[in-house]
Every structure is written in C-alpha cells, then in structure tokens.
C-alpha cells in the first residue's frame, strides 16, 4: 500500500481484525450512549469525588456526585434513575452494598442501571457479598481515567473480546466521516493514513497545534474528531488543546480530542484531561485501540 506522499514513501502492513461470534449487548438502556450517558458516583471521600468529576469532565460525560448513601437516594428521587452507579463499598450511615441493595430493587431499578463497585480492598475479599448485594462490576482503588473508560465502554457494550473464527471487513465503516490529525513527524502521519486508508476516513493534517487551530478555525464544523500529538514545535497539544477549547464556537467545545503521546503515566494522562481532552492513545500506535476511539466518537 502505497500512502499519498511527495516523497514516495511506501509502507507494507498486514492489518487483520477478528471477529466474535455475536456482538456484544449494552448493558444499559437501548438509547443510552456514549454522549447522553448519566452517572451518580457515590463516595464519602471528596477527594476521590473531584478526581471522579475531572475524569468524566474529560470524558465529556455527565456525572452527579454525592458523599452519602443517603444523600445518593435524595438526588436519585429528585433527577431519577442514573444509568451507571459508582459507588464506595465503605460508608458511614447506608454503606455501598446497603445501597446496591435498595437501588436493584424495583423501586428504583428499571433493570438497565449497572452499579460499579470502587474500593481499595480485595476484589476476592468483598465479591461474594457484593454480587449478592447486586454489584455489576468492580473497580480498584485509585482510579485511574483509563480504567473507567474501560469500564463504561464495557457496560455500553464496545469493549469486544476478539475470537479466531477470522478477520472482520473494515472496508467503509468512516465513509462520510471526517478527522484532524495532528502530528510534526511526517512518518506518523503517513503510517496512520496508509492504515485507516481501508475505512474511507477522511483524514486532514496538521504538523504542530497552530496549524491545528487555524485549520478547524476556519471550518469548525468540519472535524468531528481531533488525534492532537503532545510534543510538537511552535506549540504543543496542550496548548492547541486549550486554544481550541476558547474558540467561540458550539463544536469547538464539544469536538472530541484524543491526545496521541508515549507518556501514558497518570499524571500524563491527567495533564491532557485537564488541558481539554477526552482520552488519549499511547505511542507507537496500536491499530486496534485507534479502532476503538474511533468507533467510540463517530459511531457511538
């Protein structure tokens, strides 16, 4: 496969992906997705609560938060049901197995909420009463924003466990879609356009975050997702990331951005949070996990 390049360069790449034997079901309600999502995190802790609210903020999903059992039941009476619970097993007063308990009954449950359990302790330790209790799923303590992402794209059914039964067609599955690349390294962009060539994706580059800004300033409209490099001259993701989230414009605020760097630590990761992005891909590249954020923002 040869990409569009003025120096011919020409790159060989096998890509196979796999297929299982039926996709995965939502566990939630058959119109909650990625975007109209609601969630209640419940944790005596506000420390964890705000760290809770950055991730989602991040993420670019909604989420109430509240320190108590009972105040959790208050909120949940006022607003109605939540779609995703996050909820702390150790509380004072109704503790989180106590309000898994009443929010699977029926008079809160409307058999499409997912109750997620957050604690330090052992998974093992804790399971047997917690299933009991109707825990769906569990998450470790601390949270991080790559777990949660995990954890909601699994509940929303896009978290697909692949099988050998052979590879699976991606041949126009972005046609009509449209994207920014941002990266200085002219190889990069290459190697990404030469793999996603097969989906019809509709890709436009820009090498550094000032041309990144002037090119979805001048049709905002345009991109309905950004792949923003963080090491970049002239400016970097960070900063083009801020820019761009100040531009007086609806999409500017709304457009998902997706920072592409090695550093994958959790600070790195909180750092593009926190300058306005909604998840990020580590580098070099996997094919499958690019897949997957794109499948999430244009498809979901």
Same mark, same amino acid.
């Given at each position: 496969m040869t990409p569009k390049s003025a120096k011919g360069s020409t790159f060989g790449f096998t890509f196979t992906a796999k297929r299982g034997k039926e996709n995965k079901k939502s566990l939630l309600a058959p119109h909650?997705?990625?975007?109209?999502?609601?969630?209640?995190?419940?944790?005596?802790? @506000?420390?964890?609560l705000e760290g809770i609210k950055d991730i989602m903020q991040g993420l670019g999903i909604s989420c109430d938060t509240v320190q108590s059992g009972e105040e959790a039941l208050r909120i949940i009476g006022q607003n109605g049901s939540y779609d995703i619970y996050l909820i702390d097993w150790q509380m004072p007063g109704v503790d989180g197995l106590t309000l898994t308990s009443m929010l699977k009954d029926t008079a809160f449950n409307s058999g499409n909420e997912v109750v997620i359990m957050i604690s330090s302790a052992d998974w093992s330790s804790i399971e047997e009463k917690a299933k009991k209790a109707g825990v769906d799923k569990f998450l470790s303590k601390p949270l991080f924003p790559t777990t949660i992402e995990d954890v909601i794209n699994e509940c929303l059914g896009l978290n697909q466990e692949p099988t050998k039964e052979g590879p699976q067609s991606v041949d126009g599955i972005f046609k009509g879609h449209r994207i920014l690349l941002v990266d200085d390294v002219e190889i990069n962009r290459e190697i990404v356009l030469a793999l996603l060539e097969p989906t019809q994706l509709e890709i436009d580059c820009a090498q550094n975050g000032k041309e990144a800004i002037s090119m979805f300033s001048a049709a905002p409209e345009k991109y309905e997702m950004i792949f923003m490099d963080i090491q970049m001259p002239e400016m970097d993701g960070y900063e083009a990331t801020r820019n761009i989230r100040a531009l007086?414009? @609806?999409?500017?605020?709304?457009? @998902?951005?997706?920072?592409?760097?090695?550093?994958?630590?959790?600070?790195?990761?909180?750092?593009?949070?926190?300058?306005?992005?909604?998840?990020?891909v580590g580098k070099p590249l996997d094919i499958e996990v690019v897949m997957e954020k794109l499948r999430m923002y244009l498809l979901g």
């Open positions: 909650v997705n990625f975007k109209n999502l609601r969630i209640l995190a419940v944790d005596d802790d @506000p420390v964890v007086h414009f @609806p999409d500017a605020k709304t457009v @998902p951005i997706v920072a592409m760097t090695a550093n994958v630590f959790k600070d790195d990761i909180d750092k593009c949070l926190k300058a306005g992005m909604n998840s990020h």
